[in-house]
């Protein structure tokens, strides 16, 4: 049983991005909501947290902590596997250079610079987060790239072709990751269009035959894989169930995890390739010239 910790260690971000997941999170910028430090040490000390866990470091945007450094210090001390999930628009702000590959960041590219910058609502994103990448590259840890598929590069190939310029350049050592822009409570309310199936599934084709020789893990969820050549049998790594604990500074429980059910399953050919997703922490995931089911 694999076992992930996932903290919302702030509620306050600076972007204020068309789809955010988190309806409970304010765009100021301002402290909002933290997990104190004393708190977040409690917490893995209590669960008892080892080098052979994961923790998940999200927000919010959570280089807006008050004391991140100071959290992802203490976990340097335990060795675990720690992504963090950020904009990417203050690290060259902090230095990082106590990092080392046991962490990993996992940064959400929406296109080229314009459309980046109207996705998150913020004119300087785009340039801050290359700054962001410009400095991560000298560190000694890992680099994930998160391509979003937005509505408006699913309805333009030209988007996509200018998104696939910006992506060639940046440093990615370990993974890129495939996903499309999730219908929430904020996209609704932001009358943004969803990406249909067949709009993922021809972005996640192109993605993934753009990535395919680059010799980088490629992990696919929450998108349409049906345009991908698969093979019939999916080679299965060690892929164990998960055990999800999530924290933030006034709640904590156990996370269910579920595979949700698809309205095109009864006419997919694909669908049995169709099992990546956020909330089973599953991903369909190409390494070496092979799929497997990955584990993410």
């Known amino acids: 049983m694999k076992r992930i910790f996932y903290f919302n260690v702030t509620y306050t971000c600076n972007s204020s991005c068309a789809f955010c997941y988190s309806h409970n999170t304010i765009h100021s910028g301002v402290v909002h909501n933290e997990i104190e430090i004393e708190q977040f040490v409690e917490y893995l000390r209590r669960h008892?947290?080892?080098?052979?866990?994961?923790?998940?470091?999200?927000?919010?945007?959570?280089?807006?902590?008050?004391n991140i450094i100071g959290i992802l210090k203490?976990?340097?001390?335990?060795?675990?596997?720690?992504?963090?999930y950020t904009n990417g628009r203050r690290l060259f702000q902090y230095d990082l250079s106590f990092l080392d590959k046991h962490y990993r960041f996992v940064i959400p590219v929406h296109g080229h610079e314009k459309l980046h910058d109207s996705i998150?609502?913020?004119?300087?994103?785009?340039?801050?987060?290359?700054?962001?990448?410009?400095?991560?590259?000298?560190?000694?840890?890992?680099?994930?790239?998160?391509?979003?598929v937005n509505n408006?590069?699913?309805?333009?190939?030209?988007?996509?072709?200018?998104?696939?310029?910006?992506?060639?350049?940046?440093p990615i050592n370990h993974a890129v990751h495939i996903t499309k822009m999730a219908d929430t409570i904020?996209?609704?309310?932001?009358?943004?269009?969803?990406?249909?199936?067949?709009?993922?599934?021809?972005?996640?084709?192109?993605?993934?035959?753009?990535?395919?020789?680059?010799?980088?893990?490629?992990?696919?969820?929450?998108?349409?894989v049906k345009l991908l050549c698969l093979d019939d049998n999916i080679l299965c790594m060690d892929c164990p169930d998960a055990q999800v604990?999530?924290?933030?500074?006034?709640?904590?429980?156990?996370?269910?995890?579920?595979?949700?059910?698809?309205?095109?399953?009864?006419?997919?050919?694909?669908?049995?390739?169709?099992?990546?997703?956020?909330?089973?922490?599953?991903?369909?995931?190409?390494?070496?010239?092979?799929?497997?089911?990955?584990?993410?």
């Not at 203490?74 to 963090?84: M, N, Q, R």
């Not at 309805?155 to 996509?160: G, M």
């Not at 099992?275 to 070496?288: C, D, F, K, P, T």
């Open 48 to 66: 008892n947290v080892g080098k052979h866990d994961r923790v998940i470091i999200n927000g919010g945007e959570p280089f807006l902590h008050s």
């Open 74 to 84: 203490s976990l340097k001390k335990i060795g675990c596997e720690t992504l963090i």
């Open 120 to 148: 998150t609502k913020i004119k300087s994103s785009f340039a801050e987060m290359i700054k962001s990448f410009d400095y991560i590259k000298t560190l000694d840890c890992l680099i994930d790239v998160k391509v979003i």
């Open 152 to 170: 408006v590069m699913a309805s333009n190939e030209i988007e996509v072709e200018r998104t696939l310029l910006v992506l060639d350049q940046l």
């Open 186 to 224: 904020i996209s609704h309310k932001n009358n943004c269009p969803s990406v249909t199936h067949r709009q993922a599934a021809r972005c996640t084709n192109t993605f993934f035959n753009f990535y395919v020789s680059k010799n980088l893990k490629i992990k696919i969820f929450d998108t349409c």
């Open 245 to 296: 604990f999530f924290k933030d500074n006034a709640h904590e429980w156990n996370f269910e995890c579920y595979t949700p059910v698809l309205e095109c399953r009864s006419s997919c050919e694909k669908y049995s390739f169709c099992y990546s997703a956020v909330s089973n922490y599953n991903v369909l995931e190409y390494n070496n010239g092979k799929f497997y089911k990955g584990f993410e």
